[in-house]
């Protein structure tokens, strides 16, 4: 038994939890957030969409300002790293760091009396980060496809077609419109990767579950797909890191680390994987049987599969399982995204939002719904922003709150029909979760009981969870400790709402196949 440091570097912030896995308690719980606590980097939600058509980019040095701050305070608050067994992650996925082929050697020379940012500068050979949201990569997406064959067997092969905020597609766009900065990259590291290098002192693996969305990864090999790497850019192989299994052990942590902070020179450091394969294991959703939906800056529904099973639409995608095997992945861009506009659009209080919105209007809405797609969506794939109303009389408060979270729902669902699941209840996280208001919505959408767990941030408790389980935990004892349903916060479906709903659906369906047709 142990106590295990998990970080999750999140879109908005980078947080960390300590786990003490004997008595099943989180004994430390930090947060530094990129936008309020580094506000010098002018990327205010942690990430600069300024770029042209569709790119979305964050700055890594901030990443690196973030986790020496983050240790900074935490040691302020009295934590004392010298106790901690191992350490491991969780990153936002799909975003990219490229850095120069000096990178494991500035690394292995760290020096405890400057910082990470400073010493790792020069290293980068390209200054900024494409992330999950960025949507510029459409022709890329298809060359990729183009060049084995068709997103038929990019799928196949991947488990998701060519997608524009994967890694793979991102790196075609960087060779071909920056050649020397791209022949000057050693190593290109996912998020997760990059802060699991810099923790363990080396270039260190990407696992299976981050490396799924990256449009590059076999799923029946579990390694690096030679038509895809081919279709993607030239000497690609070389610039990436081996694919390993989620609990994969990398090392003692770097000296760096153990002068600076004080951790102890045998903390083992596990490597990272993405936010949601690791959600999976915080919300002890790692068997199959579990659904999962999260509700953050964007909304996924996930769930561990015993076989592959990839979306006939091409919106849904296949992950590694950390714990072994697979997890499906749909992912709705404009969750709070869109709940946050609606919100600013009515100057709404977050209580008057959530609670009273919803208690001044009927179930179902008197049929008014929107399209609440305000930037680019990715489930469904809709390439300009913007929400449409169904109604043509503009809409109350009221109205409208109903409307994005009735509406924002009923695509959930319908959007992932092709999973064939049924589940007798679904399990949320995520900051939205906690309001009963929205989840009594989801409990009558999906007609199943809503169960909410007794953790903060599925993410990085998963991060903690998979840290003790590769160094040996067992993953059903520290789930047993970690992801159980929080008491009395249970909510059952309302048999007529669900009624309202099951009708409105085929609506919906109708609705957005006229938007998007036409
Ligand atoms: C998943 C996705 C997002 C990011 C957000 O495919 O793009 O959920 O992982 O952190």
Redesign the pocket.
Known sequence: MSLVLGLDS??QSLSAVILDTEKGIVVADHSVNFGGDLPHYNQPHGYDESGARGEVHANPLMWLEALDLLLVRMTGEGVDFSEIDAVSGS????GSVYLKSNFNEVLAKLSAKSDLKTQLSDCLSRSSSP???DSSTGEECGEIARAVGGNEIVCAKSGSVA?E?FTGPQIRKFAKNEPNNYRQTGVIHLVSSFFASILAGKTVAIDHGDGA?MNLMNLASLDWDQDLLKATADGLKEKLPPCAPSSSKSGAISPYFVKKYGFSPSCETIIWS???PCSLIGMGAASPGKVVI?L???D?LFAAMPEPKTDPNGFG?V?GNPAGGYMS?I?F?NGSLAREAIKKQYSLGWEAFEIRALSETPIGNNGAMMLPFYEPE?TPAIDTGGPVFSEEHEYLSGEAVRAVLESQFLNMRAHSEWLGVSPSRIYITGGASENDGIAQVIANVFGVSIDRLDVPGS?TIGAGMRAAHGIGEDLADLESKFSQPKEGRTLDPDPAACEVYQSALPTFKEFLAKQFSS
Do not use: E, P, Y
């Open positions: 999140s879109t990153g936002q996925q799909h992330i999950w949201m997608v905020r969305g993405g936010d949601n999260s953050g800056t964007s996924t995608h992950f992945l992912c861009k990715i993410a």
